[in-house]
T-cell receptor, first 112, second 116 residues
Framework: DGGITQSPKYLFRKEGQNVTLSCEQNLNHDAMYWYRQDPGQGLRLIYYSQIVNDFQKGDIAEGYSVSREKKESFPLTVTSAQKNPTAFYLC???????????FGPGTRLLVL | QKEVEQNSGPLSVPEGAIASLNCTYSDRGSQSFFWYRQYSGKSPELIMFIYSNGDKEDGRFTAQLNKASQYVSLLIRDSQPSDSATYLCAVSKGVGYGGATNKLIFGTGTLLAVQP
């Protein structure tokens, strides 16, 4: 059953803590993306990766880091430098770097 | 001016009616246009994409693109209560090496409510 999985569904972060959101896809897609969605706002691009071992900053990369060691996986770390991390985080992938993007189910991050 | 603009709604239509959702964009060089549906608390799911001027139909959905007016719309025929959701318009912009990667610029979405 092909698709994009994200875990956990909900994540709670304490002040000063780094947390990592998982994104895995078995669609054999080359490109992967991380977006953030806040209430009343459109999705905003955090990071994207066109190929393994390569990634680029999006519009709001400050306070976030990523890695792309495997084609299937693109984890996002929300660092303590991100002062307003509460949001709905969405991972997406596309067949090629210019292809149609499909989204995972999302992770909702809340701050304790 | 926002890069992609949508009326936030809510747009309320009776069951069985045609729902018309509109989107304007600012970058005249945009090439690809997408409509996603997002139910409350869920992730966006792709409904349609359109690249060329004119209409593209898929079942009850029709996407319309007018590049001269920088306008893209989504029509939903025979609207059902299950169509009630937020509809996100997205426009692609080339980024990265040689502009080969598509970055999607999203509007804030239009909330559609289909009344039984």
């Amino acid at each position: 059953d092909g698709g994009i999985t994200q875990s956990p569904k909900y994540l709670f972060r304490k002040e000063g803590q780094n947390v990592t959101l998982s994104c895995e896809q078995n669609l054999n897609h080359d490109a992967m993306y991380w977006y953030r969605q806040d209430p009343g706002q459109g999705l905003r691009l955090i990071y994207y990766s066109q190929i393994v071992n390569d990634f680029q900053k999006g519009d709001i990369a400050e306070g976030y880091s990523v890695s792309r060691e495997k084609k299937e996986s693109f984890p996002l770390t929300v660092t303590s430098a991100q002062k307003n991390p509460t949001a709905f985080y969405l991972c997406a992938s596309s067949r090629g770097a210019g292809g149609t993007q499909y989204f995972g189910p999302g992770t909702r991050l809340l701050v304790l | 001016q926002k890069e992609v603009e949508q009326n936030s709604g809510p747009l309320s239509v009776p069951e069985g009616a045609i729902a018309s959702l509109n989107c304007t964009y600012s970058d005249r060089g945009s090439q690809s246009f997408f409509w996603y549906r997002q139910y409350s608390g869920k992730s966006p799911e792709l409904i349609m994409f359109i690249y060329s001027n004119g209409d593209k139909e898929d079942g009850r959905f029709t996407a319309q693109l007018n590049k001269a007016s920088q306008y893209v719309s989504l029509l939903i025929r025979d609207s059902q209560p299950s169509d009630s959701a937020t509809y996100l318009c997205a426009v692609s912009k080339g980024v990265g090496y040689g502009g080969a990667t598509n970055k999607l610029i999203f509007g804030t979405g239009t909330l559609l409510a289909v009344q039984p």
